[in-house]
């Protein structure tokens, strides 16, 4: 089985070559994979552990994911709600490369504004590095399809007031879905949590020494849950901690270290994120650059046997989005592997589509 799995995969790179799929200027680079549109839901029932997208797993990895483009397939992809929607299309627009003197239109502030949300929508990003399948390594490029979705307000900040002597306002809370294709061939939707002014303090032993952050746990941007679901809509696994994963505390504070634990009280499955703030870094979206903090660390879970490395930007002008991902992980004989960034290839996303 993986053996065939390993030729379909290096088949779809061969295809993928002939056909110059990659994002370079003037060529979209899209390939997309359509799924039948007459998929419905399910009754399986979801095993006890999930991952986030990108995460190497007993699974081989999905023979188009070294392609051009991957599009989401026509689902809504929702436990609750069994409708079939439409998926919108990859943009066919070119994909320029932006001038060496574009600066972003927009700094990224140290919190997330209160009024600020992410642009709800379809968003063409792009891929780059490389997948190593028994000892073969092959590049990624091209385009893949994520979706933001489902803004819910829920109230006020778990810091309802500002520090003493400043103006600013009293925090709120919030959170919202991306959905994205993963390596193995499923849909992952992620639930991501933003505090805007939460609880914590900060331990600064001196020079050289890294800044400690305390506080509460869910003290910035948090994963709430993850839910993974195959082509067809039938839910695969699920990770829902009573209290989220940190991947950024804020307000931002550069050279920051946090750690963050989060468990699934029906699973016992168990996230952990080790991470440190860096200075803002840039993203070329596709001609706009767009500026977001960097956060670096080490990110377990206690369904897979080895650790992965993440580099996230975060757009906190962008209400909290995430805008770039580079994902390091291999397995322990070395013969499977994962290194590859995904970047947000637009500012202004298109509709999502209809029910």
């Not at 051009?68 to 929702?78: C, D, K, M, R, Y």
């Not at 943009?91 to 600020?116: G, I, M, Q």
């Not at 992965?308 to 390091?328: F, N, P, W, Y």
Request: contains cysteine.
């Amino acid at each position: 089985m993986r053996s065939r799995s390993l030729r379909r995969l290096a088949l779809a790179m061969v295809i993928a070559t002939a056909g110059g799929a990659c994002a370079k200027s003037g060529s979209t680079g899209v390939a997309v994979r359509g799924v039948d549109a007459n998929l419905v839901f399910g009754t399986k029932q979801p095993p006890r552990n999930a991952a986030p997208a990108n995460t190497l797993t007993d699974e081989s990895l999905s023979p188009d994911y070294a392609n051009g483009g991957i599009a989401l397939p026509n689902q809504s992809f929702t436990s609750t709600k069994k409708t079939l929607r439409t998926a919108p299309s990859l943009p066919k627009t070119p994909c320029p490369d932006a001038t060496l003197n574009a600066f972003p239109s927009e700094a990224a502030p140290l919190d997330v504004p209160n009024d600020r949300r992410p642009a709800v929508g379809s968003y063409r990003w792009k891929r780059s590095g490389s997948v190593t399948v028994n000892k073969i390594k092959l590049p990624v490029s091209g385009f893949e399809q994520h979706l933001v979705r489902n803004i819910k307000e829920l109230g006020a900040s778990t810091n309802t007031r500002p520090v003493p002597g400043s103006t600013a306002e009293p925090g709120v809370l919030f959170s919202y879905e991306t959905v994205q294709p993963d390596a193995n061939g499923k849909v992952v939707v992620t639930t991501w949590q933003v505090d805007t002014s939460a609880a914590q303090s900060t331990v600064n032993e001196g020079l050289n020494t890294p800044v400690v952050n305390q506080g509460s746990p869910e003290r910035g941007l948090v994963i709430k849950k993850i839910d993974v679901f195959d082509a067809q809509g039938n839910p695969q696994s699920s990770f829902a901690p009573l209290t989220g994963l940190l991947v950024l505390p804020l307000p931002v504070q550069q050279g920051l270290q946090f750690q963050s634990v989060a468990i699934d009280p029906a699973t016992g499955e168990e996230a952990t994120f080790n991470g440190q703030v860096f200075p803002r870094q840039r993203v070329d979206a596709c001609g706009e650059i767009i500026e977001g903090w960097q956060v670096k660390g080490s990110q377990t879970f206690s369904n897979s046997a080895t650790t992965r490395t993440e580099e996230l930007i975060v757009a906190t002008q962008l209400g909290g989005l995430v805008i770039s991902d580079k994902v390091q992980q291999a397995d322990a004989t070395g013969a499977n592997a994962i290194d590859t960034l995904i970047s947000i290839g637009q500012l202004k996303p298109d509709p999502l589509p209809a029910t």
